[in-house]
Nanobody, 115 residues
Framework: QVQLVESGGGLVQAGGSLRLSCAFS????????MGWYRQAPGKERELVAR???????DYADSVKGRFTISRDNAKATMYLQMNSLKPEDTGLYYC?????????WGQGTQVTVSS
């Protein structure tokens, strides 16, 4: 059973930056697809960004040009660099990975952007 642990969330003013980290409890070399999701109060969880083997990335339209997803296989860690944050980016951010065809989730880290 792989564990995913997010960190790096917090309170930031609009226009600020945060970097989220997702640490895996085992090697991630063989994990083809991983990503970040977020859930705002009263809303459904949505995909923010996804990275595949070979570095292919996908982003939600709302974060394109502001967020960057990356992975460091040697450190078994995935990152989400968030710049030019907006109040609408507020939410609980989860990391996700598809492992043996099953999704694994972290516990989430809160991001709050004040206006």
């Amino acid at each position: 059973q792989v564990q995913l642990v997010e960190s790096g969330g917090g309170l930031v003013q609009a226009g600020g930056s945060l970097r989220l980290s997702c640490a895996f409890s085992r090697s991630i070399f063989s994990i083809n697809v991983m990503g970040w999701y977020r859930q705002a109060p009263g809303k459904e969880r949505e995909l923010v960004a996804r990275i595949r083997s070979g570095g292919i990335t996908d982003y939600a339209d709302s974060v394109k040009g502001r967020f960057t997803i990356s992975r460091d296989n040697a450190k078994a860690t995935m990152y989400l660099q968030m710049n030019s944050l907006k109040p609408e980016d507020t939410g609980l951010y989860y990391c996700n990975a598809l492992i043996n065809l099953l999704p694994s989730w972290g516990q989430g880290t809160q991001v709050t952007v004040s206006s």
